[in-house]
């Protein structure tokens, strides 16, 4: 549950530091509804993203693994979209906004998860 909450944190401080970040996407609502939007992104991550990767993977592989940075994008057009149907306020003006805020959001949530000592990964290396 503890692993559940962090990566949930992770998630909401990504999304927030790419809204701060990258024009033309914006949100608007409360904290509760941003860690809604988090909750949102792990799910669509955690459900479509391996289907999609699968799909795709002739793409990735000719183009050296690039093409996961769309995958990526698409993913986080899918949580736009779910956030507009229910209300949650994150919203993106195109393609170039959820692409940068796409790869904002990989490499904040990559860096916190650097930065984030996981008990069961030290566990697992010994």
Known sequence: MIRFLV???VNAVAIWAAV????????????TSLLIVAFVFGL?????????L???CPFI????GL???VVNTIMLSITVWLSGIWDLGLTSTGFWATFLGAVVISVVSSVINLLI?????HKRDR
């Open 44 to 52: 669509v991550n955690a459900l479509v993203r391996p289907l999609l």
């Open 7 to 9: 990566r949930l944190v």
């Open 117 to 121: 000592k996981d008990d069961h990964e």
């Open 20 to 31: 701060q970040l990258v024009p033309g996407l914006n949100y608007e609502g409360t904290t």
């Open 54 to 56: 699968l799909l795709t």
């Open 67 to 69: 093409f996961v940075l």
């Open 61 to 64: 592989i000719l183009t050296l």
